[in-house]
């Protein structure tokens, strides 16, 4: 064994890096294949109802077309079960922009043009597009949406509702009230790099070389659709330009070219989304209304906390996520109510989005704390210190590191937070108001079951490190390389990682920040295995040929005794023309608990990245649907704007110095998402402080400045 370098904790550059600035990272549409056709979909026109007839006649006859594909002629699934993923099973319309068809071509211009020659007739019943938290069909969730446990559960297992005491009577009593309305909009992840897939079909194997979060997963679904034995599919993505929740779960597109790919045998199926269909086949986060109400006694402490949430599904498949579910974590109280009801709607199914549930469920909460906090007279931050848990306070688990009155003093100092004049519209820079503003993170750091790692030594003392995991731009090749030098007590120069295949040992999924929590918990426990079969079987000598091992990653015998979650506060300053009311976010400051820190490099982007994203959940994103149509008008990121260098200015991010001890062998929990939660009411917050106004729909546009009186 060579040198011990402890590579955990170390800025390494990316190892990818070099390959992705050459333009030498190939990503799923960039594979070289010979011979590849190119299908561009067919979409259905109405927002709900069916088809009465298609004529395909003149696209199938158009010169360089291989293929039509419609309901009418495509393949019955073996498992049809999962709407999201059927596509072309009926003539039943779901939403506007629905698959209901595809054109195969010799080239991407025959395949652009033939579909347009295709035509649809359509019988067409009245679409209801419209979330609103007064309808009288509101229901509580049945089914946690794409793992099918159904029971009440959200998407993150959790119950749809909780009680605890008597909320009414402790508002009726408290000393101080909060009680309002919070509303965030529809947003769509727009990753840089767009949905897509060569699909082929040769000699019964069929395989798939696309972007995606989760190689395995997208396998098994595959597979499970097609009725194929997971031994004929293999599915490849070592680069992915992005997904945020929008490629873990596999979409109707891969089922659509599969199709294709099988009617071509031995003819490879190239399919790249463009961005205006991204707005309807791939997912997006639901929009949600949101009711608070907080009550506090004359000391500043909750007596009562209630959290209603409502968000939209789709009428084809339910998915329903947790947005009041970080309510029943954050603060002590001895009142309790959180629930959640859902509006299904003849719209696509929405999907998980960075901090699903989290994202906007915490823009409400930390808007009403501070709502409340100015109530009580107290400082936004005096206040949360206040109401910090000794334990989780729903499930009495004590947490298995919680420092978030560390972040908020830590960010304080390094903020500058001391001596801020609360009183609103107290400081300004000529015609710009100037407010600062405060709000808590938080997110669980989950490990997803499904994890293996294979590590093989050769004789000069280097190593293979292999497991199905994926890089959506996280840093997962750097960070996995790092664990493994890190528990091998070898040089990051002599491992080689291997990722992105379903040929590697199974890999949970890039999601739910638990990727690197669950890869690498199961690297670890390969390294320890390999050392320990090194020592007992060779005395520490690598035989000749080498050694490989296999292991499965443990399961956390913590779990179920620690609620595990990572925390954070961040501070926002934000400046707003008083004419015209641009609002500009001129710092954010972030201070995380995310446990150890794998590579600071990669740490930092990460939450950084989060933040950025989270001001621009905060002032730019939203898709609006046409409710004439029920599709989303600003289709394309010039109508869907999201923040670019000129929105963002100073962005800094930082954490605590603290390993948990029971998240994973790492000392690491989960970066990924905390860091978009909270932005949006921090940034909220500041808006209040510099103008009065208090913005309670996201995202925060200037006319909601403008429209709005100024409270005093
Ligand atoms: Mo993340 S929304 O769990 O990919």
């Known amino acids: 064994m060579s040198i011990t370098t402890r590579a955990i904790g170390e800025p390494l550059d990316r190892i990818d890096g070099p390959l992705k600035v050459r333009g030498a990272a190939t990503y799923a549409f960039e594979w070289p294949v010979d011979n590849p056709a190119y299908l561009y979909p067919l979409q259905a026109e109405i927002a709900a109802g069916r088809i009465t007839a298609v004529d395909t006649r003149k696209a199938t006859e158009e010169a360089g077309v291989l293929a039509v594909l419609t309901h009418e002629n495509a393949p019955k699934l073996a498992a049809a079960g999962d709407a999201d993923v059927a596509a072309l099973q009926s003539a039943d319309v779901a939403f506007r922009g629905q698959f209901i068809g595809a054109v195969i071509g010799e080239t991407p211009e025959v395949a652009r043009y033939a579909a347009g020659l295709a035509r649809f007739e359509y019988e067409q019943r009245p679409h209801d597009v419209v979330l609103a938290a007064d309808r009288n069909d509101l229901t509580k969730p049945v089914n946690a949406a794409n793992f099918g446990t159904g029971g009440g559960e959200l998407q993150d297992g959790s119950p749809a509702d909780s009680l605890i005491g008597d909320v009414e009577a402790a508002l009726e009593a408290a000393a101080f009230t909060v009680d309002a309305h919070y509303s965030t909009a529809i947003n769509h992840h727009n990753p840089m790099e767009p949905h897509a897939v060569i699909a082929t079909w040769h000699d019964g194997q069929l395989t798939l070389q696309c972007s995606t979060q989760g190689v395995h997963l997208h396998r098994f679904l595959v597979a499970s659709a097609f009725g194929l034995d997971l031994a004929q599919v293999r ?138 906090a100015r109530a009580c007279g107290l400082d936004p931050i005096e206040f949360r210190i206040r109401n910090e848990p000794e334990v989780h306070p729903e499930s009495g688990l004590p947490f298995s590191s919680r420092n978030v009155v560390a972040c908020l003093r830590q960010g304080a100092d390094r903020f500058g937070w001391a001596g801020r004049d609360p009183a609103v519209r107290s400081r300004r820079d000529g015609r710009w108001l100037v407010g600062t503003g405060v709000a808590a993170s938080s997110y669980p750091s989950p490990r997803l079951p499904g994890n293996a790692a294979m590590i093989r030594v050769s004789e000069d003392g280097r190593y293979t490190v292999a497991i199905g995991a994926a890089d959506i731009g996280t840093g997962a090749w750097t960070a996995l390389t790092q664990i493994a030098a890190d528990a091998l007590e070898a040089s990051v120069s002599d491992v080689e990682l291997q990722i992105g295949d379903t040929i590697l040992p199974a890999a949970s999924s890039a999601g739910f920040s638990s990727g690197t929590t669950g890869w690498g918990s199961a690297i670890y426990e390969a390294a320890n295995k390999l050392r320990a079969q090194l020592d007992s079987e060779h005395a520490g000598v690598v035989p000749p040929g080498g050694l490989e091992v296999t292991a499965d990653m443990p399961n956390n015998e913590f779990f179920g005794r620690y609620a595990m979650y990572s925390f954070g506060a961040q501070f926002a300053e934000v400046r707003i023309d008083e004419d015209t009311g641009e609002i500009r976010v001129s710092r954010l400051l972030g201070v995380f608990d995310v446990g150890r820190v794998i590579n600071p490099k990669t740490a930092r982007s990460q939450l950084i990245g989060g933040m950025t994203q989270g001001i621009s959940m905060a002032l730019h994103e939203q898709s609006v649907i046409d409710p004439r149509f029920g599709h989303v008008v600003n289709h394309d990121l010039a109508g869907y704007h999201i923040s670019a260098n000129a929105d963002i200015k100073a962005v800094e991010a930082y954490w605590l110095d603290e390993a948990d001890p029971f998240v994973s062998p790492m000392g690491s929990k989960g970066v990924g998402e905390v860091c978009i939660v909270g932005t949006a009411a921090a940034i909220a917050n500041a808006v209040h402080h510099a103008t009065g106004v208090r913005v309670r729909d996201l995202p925060i546009t200037l006319d909601k400045l403008l429209d709005s009186p100024a409270a005093a």
């Open 235 to 372: 599915v490849i993505s070592p680069h992915v330009g992005g997904g945020f929740g929008s490629k873990v779960y596999p979409a109707a597109y891969l089922v659509v070219a599969t199709m294709a790919a099988q009617m071509l045998p031995g003819r490879p199926v190239k399919f790249a989304l463009t961005r205006q269909q991204m707005f309807s086949l791939v997912g997006y986060r639901s929009p949600t209304l949101q009711h608070v109400r907080l009550g506090a006694d004359d000391h500043g402490r909750l007596t009562a906390i209630s959290h209603d949430a409502v968000a939209q599904t789709a009428k084809v498949k339910e998915y329903a996520e947790q947005i009041a579910v970080p309510t029943r974590l954050m603060y002590a109280a001895p009142n309790r109510r959180t629930t959640h009801r859902l509006a299904a709607l003849d719209l696509p199914v929405p999907t998980i989005m960075r901090a699903p549930g989290e994202g906007p469920g915490m823009f409400a909460l930390e808007s009403a704390m501070d709502e409340l």
